[in-house]
């Protein structure tokens, strides 16, 4: 670990590590691996890289975890914190009370989220939020006399969060194993993944045959019993999986045989992520609620939220107390800062930027990684991107021992100043939509180069 260097570091490396291993219990972490390894300790951030306690910088390809959207080292966010801090660090929204920042920042979601959609629900993350979702939809259905219509339907290797609520939105099956979820009244239908599950098929065929894979499950549950369907826009965590052209159309005339509710998650597509405000705005859907978080404030403070139709919010207006509430529901300084980061997005173009100019350029120079002979697909959207690690690039064919390609071509990006994720065998990045097109060259050379290194380390004979 010689490159990239840039300056002496102030910490003492070998000393973080230590104490990280005897107490922090890291989510979402191979403690055994990290034991073995010791973390990288990240010490700051400016624009698009990050720098580690040796120094060492590195290219974000994936906006810390999605959602440092308009780059690191905004001094204007700091400094909206820290007067909001000064002038009123803590008030809650509970028993009718409420500030100008949550008010503020309702006003601006409401003017930016599809016309339909003019209430928000505040949390403090995106598992949170689908907790919220949860319990709304169930006491919409009450609220309208149907206590039974409250089955949400989900799919297999979705992504809506860690709580008990939100992981068993979620289908991920190592989420599942642990702790006895899903939590009754949840069932998952088929994803739309062609590369992974349908490439007997055309893309256009297996997108129809996914979304009806929904009629199907209303139908055997029945049409009294579902509450929601929840999906993501295109999958994040799963694998940036986007569905086939002919998949939201398919599901949009199902949904319109039924009444059901549709809840849209965009904790990631939200706020810039497809060229576009919200995933729905770019698939032209029209959700009954929508949670947020993620960039809503690029990561700057902890926050997010629930967007709610009129069509919802006339029934619970109407339903008296909901009994639901977080004691950093809209949280004063995160929703000061989140408004703050709407208006840079705003104001910058950065949205218009990714979906005309910036978008393009990464998917076209994306694309280019698809020739490569360990990549079966390269895909993406606006800001984000996937690629399929194969065997063999002619069947498609996977590697037998799921996740060892992801792994080494994580750890050569690391190793060579680029953070991308590995999702098993699927190579995925989401870096800050302010990334220019110098740093998307840079990003391409360097994904590139792992490539590479892992192509010559599975091939070598070890
Ligand atoms: C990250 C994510 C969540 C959970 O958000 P947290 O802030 O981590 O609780 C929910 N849904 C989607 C689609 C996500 O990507």
Redesign the pocket.
């Known amino acids: 670990m010689t490159k990239n260097l840039t300056s002496p570091s102030k910490y003492d490396t070998a000393r973080l590590q230590q104490l990280d291993r005897d107490h922090y219990f890291h989510p979402f972490t191979d403690h055994k691996a990290l034991g073995e390894e010791g973390s990288r300790v990240i010490t700051k951030a400016e624009g698009v890289y990050l720098e580690d306690s040796e120094g060492h910088r590195i290219l974000d390809g994936m906006a810390g975890?999605?959602c440092v959207n308009v780059g690191y080292g905004r001094k204007e966010l700091a400094e909206v914190a820290y007067q909001q801090m000064l002038e009123l660090p803590y008030y809650n929204s509970f028993f009718k009370t409420a500030h100008p920042p949550a008010i503020e920042l309702a006003k601006k979601l409401a003017d930016l989220a599809p016309a339909h959609m003019n209430n928000v629900f505040f949390t403090g993350?995106?598992?949170?939020?689908?907790d919220t979702v949860l319990r709304l939809t169930r006491h919409y259905w009450a609220t309208k006399g149907q206590p039974d219509k409250n089955i949400i339907i989900s799919r297999e290797n979705a992504?809506?969060?860690?709580?008990v609520a939100?992981a068993s939105l979620g289908g991920m099956k190592p989420m599942h194993k642990q702790g006895g979820l899903p939590i009754e009244g949840i069932c998952h239908i088929q994803q739309p993944y062609w590369f992974g599950e349908g490439q007997d098929m055309s893309p256009e065929a297996f997108g129809i045959k996914a979304a009806q894979a929904l009629d199907a499950k209303i139908q055997e549950l029945g049409e009294d019993r579902v509450a929601a369907f929840i999906a993501?826009p295109f999958q994040?965590?799963g694998g940036v999986i986007i569905p086939p052209a002919s998949y939201w159309p398919e599901i949009k005339k199902i949904l319109a045989k039924y009444d059901i509710l549709l809840v849209v998650?965009e904790?990631?597509c939200g706020f810039g992520r497809t060229g576009e405000w919200f995933g729905s705005n770019y698939f032209d859907l029209q959700p009954d609620l929508m949670?947020i978080?993620?960039g809503l404030s690029s990561g700057y403070l902890?926050i997010?939220g629930v967007m709610i139709s009129d069509r919802v919010m006339d029934v619970v207006n109407k339903g008296g107390d909901f009994n639901h509430g977080y004691t950093y529901s809209g949280h004063p300084a995160a929703a000061a800062v989140a408004l703050a980061n709407l208006e840079i997005l705003e104001n910058e173009n950065i949205i218009q930027t990714v979906k005309e100019e910036t978008g393009p350029y990464l998917q076209t120079r994306w694309a280019e990684l698809g020739e490569h002979p360990l990549v079966g697909e390269a895909r993406g959207v606006g800001m984000v991107g996937a690629l399929e690690l194969v065997k063999d690039k002619g069947t498609n064919a996977r590697f037998d021992d799921k996740a060892t390609a992801g792994a080494l071509c994580r750890d050569f990006c690391f190793q060579n100043g680029l953070v991308m994720r590995a999702t098993g065998d699927t190579m995925i990045i989401s870096p800050p939509l302010v990334i220019t097109r110098s740093e998307i060259d840079e990003l391409i050379d360097k994904a590139r180069l792992a490539l590479d290194l892992t192509f010559e380390a599975l091939h070598s004979g070890g």
């Open positions: 975890l999605w993350s995106g598992s949170e939020s689908n992504y809506h969060g860690s709580t939100g993501e994040g965590a998650d904790v990631i949670p978080a993620k902890p997010g």
